[in-house]
């Protein structure tokens, strides 16, 4: 196919060309960027939390009064939820995962360093690690002998005694490979405000219960110290019987001290729902944008070809009537839409990567990978032809005759 | 000639009903897109307190130690009890409040309702002038009732309406975590938006159900809910939080005239100065008085989202209104006939220009209409949304003046190429080809 008349054809045509050449352009680079922003979200909702979801609850209450044996209720809630059928393991803790609320804490490789490392979050409790169902890789659980209770570490903070300090931590795989690449992290030490804590277990992956930044979600440590904090986690033998059993224990624990308001009662599956559902949100309008995009682009497209076949009758039917076939009236049509197409998706490209540097700066949202740029440029083609189909078609359903009819 | 000339834009327009639509349809939906989220963009962008927010300002100190000391960076966002107390008692602004959020449990008297949670702040006696909070009935409580931890309680209309079924309740008595409260007054709705005064709760939350003078609070230990920094040896356990070297309260003032807040300024260092001398302050003195408006600014309340989203519906109107140029001038050009006719029979390029004018600007018209309708369907289901701002999004009457201009004025703005174009054309040209 000869390109150059059609060349010639669009000079004549600047002003219309132009604007589709734009148009394609703009689609182009917001899709291109629209669609990363999707699968980036899609990546975030699918992120792995490391614990067994689908068979834990997370129950919280509040003391209506001022309580002073917090320790022997803990024990007590502790008895009675273990007691209630279908209960595997149950575990007072300080937080859970997409809980949204935690304690976190700045880490340091070096007492003497003077900027902490990184941020970490530090899940508290007995058994936590064990109920929650995280998956061990190197090293040993925390043991009984190495916990300590709260209201004693928090004293002997205060007195600067290390001796009252727990000194063995379990962290995430995620965090051992950010503090020593490459490294074994078994037997290093990590300081939090002057006290050293021996690593001393590593699991796969314990996810923290509020992200602000994605890259550190995993940076979890696990201390051994006991809370009374009225918060539990709960481990059901069946994700069938998850509703009964929350029902259940909620009733028992209300039942054993009725001086106290139930503030959340949830299945972790429904608070991983809650957590992404900005993220949910986020991806559903983009879908609908970018769908909306590209069915106004490829309409735009319809009726300018729409526009551009009427114009030309007389011209196809000229050439028609000197041999052209239909096929080369639809070649035409077909190649003029490539050629446009082309240029579009090429300064598409270019706007869709200054969009991104925009939005590396202003949303921290990393490079766009190359693979965005042939897959783009794939999809416009094939919407461009979709489109010009039809007038093409029509174009090439001219009769030659009417070369000569007048108007 | 205005009607003469509408009469043929609605004619050219029937003739090619499937086009015009199609014009329409995509001026609408950019118009709808871009209109929902700059609505919600200036809902969330606003000023939660017109007329005062400009005299309200959040000092902070930075009484933190010489670990992580980096220079330039800014002070915490919160200050720690000492350096509440000791501003607050200071008295250097007209007006001055120390709080923080808390939650406490409500234990109604009748037994019909079961004892329940509620979010209450823990205040000094200035937050409710200074912010100009509006009572229903009752009073807010005084500076010596601050002093002398009074049991006194101020409620929101919609607790009150819950545990006195909305009558005057003052003097009433409310039982929360086994204390007595007397009621002292009832505010009448309030929402800022953004909730500015404490920013580690959700930003476009409601106003708390529970006012507790902050002192009563920490009497009776109310928990405290919100952000606690330590550094040191600081635990942040509440017991302590008075001694802690942690920072848990907001501290807001208010300063009318612009010497006096440099003067304010001054002070802050000068505390600063006499905290390190004193061996309290580790640091350099680094003191900041940001405005509320700043405050908000530095905090980057308006979510991320929001921002992307309004990007996202103004790209989007950008390629509606190409995509509208370009079928607008396909279509005038093609009537190059028609209008070599009239120019030959003595309509002026400027009369011709006008006409193809008013019909681009019957399809803005029409676009902009149907695109209100969009906007109001998005903000509908901007309601729908989880998120806590999702129930403020509602159209204000400004917004509907700008919708409307936007949609005329970008339409017109998009008919001004194709017209100007199609009125380049030489009259004897356009009939000889006929």
């Given at each position: 196919m000869d390109i150059l008349p059609i060349l010639s054809t669009l000079r004549r045509h600047k002003t219309t060309a132009f604007l589709v050449i734009v148009e394609i352009a703009l689609t182009c680079a917001i899709v291109c960027n629209a669609v990363f922003i999707i699968n980036q979200r899609i990546d975030r909702i699918h992120m792995?939390?490391?614990?067994d979801e689908q068979h834990l609850l997370h129950i919280a209450l509040t003391n209506i009064g001022v309580t002073k044996d917090d320790k022997a209720r803990r024990a007590e809630d502790l008895a009675a939820l273990q007691q209630v059928p279908g209960v595997v393991s149950v575990a007072s803790v300080n937080q859970v995962p997409f809980g949204n609320s935690s304690s976190n804490g700045s880490i340091k490789l070096d007492p003497k360093q003077r900027l902490a490392t990184l941020n970490a979050t530090d899940y508290f409790g007995e058994n936590v690690t064990q109920t929650l169902g995280t998956q061990l890789i190197a090293g040993r659980e925390l043991h009984a002998d190495d916990y300590m209770d709260m209201d004693q570490v928090v004293s002997a903070a205060a007195a600067k005694d290390a001796k009252g300090i727990p000194h063995v931590t379990v962290i995430t795989e995620k965090l051992a490979h950010r503090l020593w690449p490459g490294q074994s992290a078994l037997g290093k030490q990590v300081y939090m405000s002057d006290f050293g804590f021996t690593v001393v277990g590593v699991v796969k992956e314990l996810i923290r219960p509020?992200?602000?930044d994605d890259s550190a979600a995993s940076y979890s440590m696990v201390l051994p110290i006991r809370v009374a904090n009225n918060e539990y986690i709960v481990r059901v033998d069946d994700p069938k019987n998850r509703e009964r059993v929350l029902k259940a224990a909620v009733a028992k624990l209300k039942e054993i001290n009725p001086h106290r308001i139930v503030l959340k009662q949830h299945l972790l599956s429904n608070m991983r729902e809650d957590f992404f559902q900005n993220d949910r949100a986020m991806t559903g309008l983009l879908v609908a944008v970018c769908t909306a995009l590209l069915v106004v682009t490829a309409l735009g497209i319809v009726g300018l070809g729409s526009f551009w076949v009427a114009q030309r009758r007389r011209q196809i039917g000229v050439r028609r009537a000197l041999g052209a076939t239909r096929r080369n009236i639809l070649h035409y049509f077909q190649t003029e839409n490539f050629l446009l197409a082309t240029i579009g998706i090429g300064v598409g490209m270019v706007l869709a990567y200054g969009i991104n540097l925009l939005l590396m700066v202003h949303y921290e949202l990393p490079r766009l990978p190359a693979i965005y740029f042939p897959v783009g440029a794939l999809l416009l083609w094939t919407i461009g032809q979709l489109a010009v189909l039809g007038p093409a078609m029509r174009a090439a359903a001219v009769p030659p005759v009417v070369a000569t009819r007048s108007v | 000639m205005f009607g003469y000339y509408l009469d043929l834009a609605l004619r050219s327009l029937r003739r090619n009903k499937i086009l015009t639509a199609l014009m329409v349809v995509a001026i609408a939906l950019g118009i709808g897109a871009s209109m929902t989220t700059l609505t919600v963009l200036h809902v969330l962008s606003g000023d939660p307190l017109p007329g005062t927010s400009a005299t309200l300002f959040y000092p902070q100190v930075d009484p933190r130690d010489m670990d992580g000391y980096e220079e330039g960076k800014r002070p915490p966002e919160q200050v720690t009890w000492t350096d509440g107390m000791n501003l607050l008692h200071a008295k250097r602004a007209d007006r001055q409040a120390l709080m923080t959020g808390g939650a406490v449990p409500v234990q109604p008297a009748q037994a019909n309702i079961d004892p329940f949670f509620s979010d209450a702040r823990y205040t000094s006696s200035d937050f409710f002038p200074m912010f100009k909070l509006p009572f229903l009935y009752g009073r807010p409580w005084s500076e010596s009732e601050d002093n002398a931890k009074a049991r006194v309680v101020v409620i929101s209309r919609t607790l009150n309406e819950k545990l006195?079924?909305?009558?005057?309740?003052?003097?009433q008595t409310l039982r929360m975590k086994d204390s007595a409260f007397q009621v002292i007054g009832v505010l009448d709705s309030w929402r800022p938006t953004?909730?500015?005064?404490?920013?580690?709760?959700?930003?476009y939350g409601s106003v708390e159900d529970v006012f507790v003078p902050l002192t009563t609070a920490r009497d009776v230990h109310f928990e405290h809910s919100g952000s606690t920094d330590c550094w040191g040896t600081g635990g942040g356990d509440d017991d302590h939080a008075e001694t802690s070297p942690c920072v848990w309260l907001q501290f807001w003032v208010q300063i009318n005239g612009t010497d006096k807040v440099a003067a304010y300024r001054d002070y802050l260092v000068h505390y600063s100065q006499e905290q390190k001398t004193l061996g309290r302050f580790q640091r350099p003195p680094n003191a900041q008085l940001p405005s509320l408006m700043e405050w908000l600014d530095i905090n980057k309340v308006v979510p991320g989202d929001v921002r992307l989203q309004t990007w996202l519906a103004l790209g989007f109107l950008l390629v509606c209104l190409v995509n509208t140029v370009g079928l607008m001038l396909a279509k005038f050009l093609r009537k190059s006939g028609e209008l070599g006719v009239r120019r030959a029979l003595g309509a002026s390029k400027r009369e011709v220009f006008a006409q193809l004018l008013i019909e681009s600007g019957v399809i803005g018209l029409a676009g902009g209409m149907v695109g209100l309708l969009l906007a109001f369907f998005g903000l509908w289901l901007v309601r729908k949304q989880?998120?806590?701002?999702?129930?403020?999004?509602h159209m204000s009457m400004g917004m509907l003046l700008v919708t409307f201009l936007l949609a005329v004025g970008a339409t017109l703005l998009a008919g001004l190429l194709p017209a100007w174009r199609a009125c380049q054309i030489t009259p004897a040209l356009q009939l000889k080809s006929q």
């Open positions: 792995q939390s490391g614990v509020s992200i602000w | 006195f079924g909305g009558k005057n309740s003052v003097g953004p909730r500015f005064y404490d920013l580690n709760m959700e930003s989880p998120s806590s701002y999702a129930a403020l999004a």
